[in-house]
């Protein structure tokens, strides 16, 4: 039994293409990065809809066989990612502000599902 536990799950799609270093920058410590677009939300009661809310991620894919995994990853890309989450702080010295990344440890490419997705939009 571990006294600690740090473990992220997200589900989503990539809003960008990922950025992987070309082949000659892929050293020992290079790393990708995915921006992951996920949705959540809540149902309104008073006024009977659905408030949706929009949650980026940074995702640092570390190593070579990350930086390999994810080249050719496009923007709208169906994936699952475990990880954990690190925070860096940044800034002068008057000011530092937290950055929260997950650090990837897998990532699955998922089909995209059929629920809720629009083949063709009339407007």
Same mark, same amino acid.
């Given at each position: 039994m571990n006294i600690f536990k740090n473990t992220v799950t997200l589900r989503g799609f990539l809003g960008k293409d990922a !950025? %992987? *270093? +070309? @082949? !000659?920058?892929? +050293? !020992?410590? =290079?790393? =990708? %990065? &995915? +921006? &992951?677009? %996920? !949705? @959540?939300? =809540?149902?309104?009661? *008073? =006024?009977n809809e659905w408030i949706s809310r929009t949650a980026w991620y940074r995702i640092i894919c570390p190593g070579p066989f990350f930086c390999g995994f994810t080249r050719g990853m496009k923007q709208g890309d169906y994936i699952e990612i475990d990880g954990h989450l690190a925070i860096h702080h940044y800034g002068s010295l008057n000011f530092t502000a937290p950055v929260y990344e997950v650090h990837a440890t897998r990532i699955q490419r998922l089909e995209? *599902? &059929?629920v809720g997705v629009i083949e063709k939009y009339d407007g």
């Open positions: !950025e %992987v *270093p +070309t @082949s !000659e920058g892929i +050293t !020992e410590d =290079a790393y =990708a %990065v &995915l +921006t &992951l677009c %996920v !949705e @959540s939300g =809540a149902w309104w009661r *008073p =006024a995209i *599902p &059929l």
